[in-house]
């Protein structure tokens, strides 16, 4: 059964850009969650979709947007990149949804550099 | 919202020794309290969880604990091999999204 995955792996981009992540969910999974991960802040909840709907939000400004296809497959979107923005974006995806079912299945993320 | 304190941050043992991270959380409506490691290079991966209506649960060498009425929980790791060396994260959340601690980055020499 193939893992949780997420393209790219890497990239770099100016401030002022917008990028845009890919995220494929394990089969059959329905939830995907983004988390934003930093050296001094560790893991940092952005948002999750479930059947296509945003369910739940963290505490980023509007710049971060997602959404999710009706295949589960999920995008997320930076818009006006900022220098703070460098970091490695983790994708993970469960069957209904991290607090009820447990457990998260995480990609390997995308590294985003910020110059 | 949640909040999710960790610690420490970082942790060295030597092989053989027990390694105990700690957690607190904010929220008293939280049941779910996950423990993930992240390897190098690799996304979090689920080591063990427990549920608000257990106290304790282990799985060989490693185990957690939960204190309800203190918003704690702690993961013990006995007999400490290298391999268990990795950034350790500890969760906590119910229906909404969990939330993460910032993490303890856990070395074992041997």
């Known amino acids: 059964k193939a893992g949780v995955t997420q393209t790219p792996r890497y990239l770099i981009k100016t401030r002022g850009q917008q990028v845009t992540l890919s995220c494929s969910p394990i089969s059959g999974h329905r939830s995907v969650s983004w988390y934003q991960q930093t050296p001094g802040q560790g893991l940092q909840f952005l948002f999750e979709?479930?059947?296509?709907?945003?369910?739940n939000k963290g505490n980023f400004p509007g710049r971060f947007s997602g959404r999710q296809f009706s295949n589960s497959r999920s995008e997320m979107n930076v818009s006006t990149l900022e220098l703070g923005d460098s970091a490695l974006y983790l994708c993970a995806s469960s069957l209904d949804g991290s607090g009820n079912t447990g457990e998260l299945f995480f990609g390997e993320g995308s590294r985003l550099t910020v110059l | 919202g949640e909040n999710v304190e960790q610690h420490p941050s970082t942790l060295s043992v030597q092989e053989g020794d027990s390694a105990v991270i700690k957690c607190t959380y904010s929220?008293?409506?939280?049941?779910?309290f996950p423990w993930y490691k992240q390897e190098l290079g690799k996304g979090p991966q689920l080591i063990i969880d427990i549920r608000s209506n257990v106290g304790e649960k282990k799985d060989q060498r490693i185990a957690v604990t939960l204190n309800k009425t203190a918003k704690h929980f702690s993961l013990h790791i006995t007999e400490t091999q290298p391999e268990d060396s990795a950034v350790y994260f500890c969760?906590?959340?119910?229906?909404?999204?969990?939330?993460f601690g910032k993490g303890t980055t856990l070395s074992v020499s041997s």
């Open positions: 969760a906590a959340g119910r229906e909404t999204a969990l939330i």
């Open positions: 979709y479930f059947s296509e709907t945003q369910r």
């Open positions: 929220d008293s409506a939280s049941n779910y």
